[in-house]
């Protein structure tokens, strides 16, 4: 299954849904699609104006570009996704999901396409590190049953 | 001077005789037939972009836990030693490989194995040396390290649960009904 993941960047959650045989749709593989395409070449232009314009399918004009262009990429991952794991309160340095305002429209697109989710909260102690993991685990666990 | 274009008008509901306003997932207009998934669902129209080149190189960094059994030297000997097309690199966090997505995926399934609760594999956008991100040509930690940075505190507890399962109960978050969502906004007051 493909299982989209919030924060997109995070190393743990991607890996832990690796190890239990599934697809996870990571904010990289959009990255890769952008920096590999021939028209980018100079930093830090990973985004040009036709991400704001492809972004207008998620939010409104008045939305600043600046969501609407993030909206360009994470949108897509929402959108081919079997279920979902979003994890939040991720530290704000959290790579590409500094934006607060992106952060809460993904979680609103996630939550609207009615597929399984299953929300945490970023871990502060050795405790509360497994027990996300455990139910990470067994989230995942739960929807390879469902699938058969 | 040529005369202004004029906007091209909407067709109209013989029935109604209001005009046809397209929404957000009609991928067809009743009406007219023509093709309406470039509209996006706040009325916009979309512009479709073309698709990236893919040449199904991909990159993925493998990272070693605090706790894990074999060292960044072990771990590129290890890799080397497969005789996969692919290009290694030795990071401090452990290796970075990119290669062929069929040969990265069989190389990651056989080096989990050397350590599987100390492994850690991610996905890596840019590619190996790319100069846009290569701290040997920018100078400083690349973007994505502090994060990587952030992550690595937890590895030691993530591979301690790995390794010793425990049932949980996941609880499933349901929505709540708007008397009870009235009543906390009071006391919200």
Wanted: hydrophobic residues 35%; neutral net charge; contains cysteine.
């Amino acid at each position: 299954m493909k299982i989209a993941i919030f924060p997109p960047n995070s190393m743990i959650l991607a890996d832990l849904v690796e190890r239990r045989g599934h697809e996870p749709l990571v904010m990289q593989r959009q990255i890769r699609k952008k920096v590999t395409s021939a028209e980018i070449d100079s930093p830090p232009l990973n985004i040009t104006t036709k991400e704001p314009i492809e972004g207008l399918k998620y939010a409104a004009i008045e939305v600043p570009s600046g969501v609407r262009g993030r909206m360009a990429l994470f949108g897509p991952l929402i959108e081919e996704a079997d279920a979902a794991i979003i994890m939040e309160d991720a530290p704000f340095g959290f790579g590409c999901v500094g934006c607060a305002r992106t952060n809460e429209l993904c979680m609103f697109n996630i939550r609207k396409r009615n597929i399984p989710v299953l929300e945490v909260t970023y871990p502060t102690s050795s405790e509360e590190t497994m027990e996300l993991v455990n139910k990470i685990n067994e989230f995942l666990d739960g929807l390879e049953d469902k699938n058969g | 001077m040529s005369p202004p274009k004029k906007p091209e008008s909407l067709p109209k509901n013989p029935d109604s005789g209001k005009e046809y306003t397209p929404k957000a997932g009609h991928d067809k207009s009743p009406e007219t037939g023509k093709d309406n998934s470039n509209i996006a669902e706040t009325g916009c129209l979309l512009h479709q972009s073309e698709p990236a080149e893919e040449d199904g190189k991909i990159t993925k960094m493998i990272i070693l836990g605090p706790s894990a059994k074999i060292s960044n030297t072990e771990l590129v000997r290890n890799l080397h030693m497969m005789e996969f097309p692919l290009t290694i690199k030795t990071t401090c966090y452990g290796a970075a490989i990119s290669g062929e997505k069929e040969d990265v995926d069989e190389v990651i399934k056989r080096i989990r194995k050397l350590d599987p609760y100390n492994i850690f594999i991610k996905d890596r956008g840019f590619p190996l040396g790319d100069p846009r991100r290569c701290r040997a040509k920018r100078g400083g930690a690349r973007e994505g390290f502090h994060q990587l940075e952030k992550e690595f505190e937890l590895l030691d507890d993530v591979s301690k649960a790995l390794k010793n399962p425990r049932k949980v109960k996941v609880k499933k978050v349901e929505k709540i009904s708007p008397e009870e969502f009235k009543k906390i906004a009071r006391e919200c007051k």
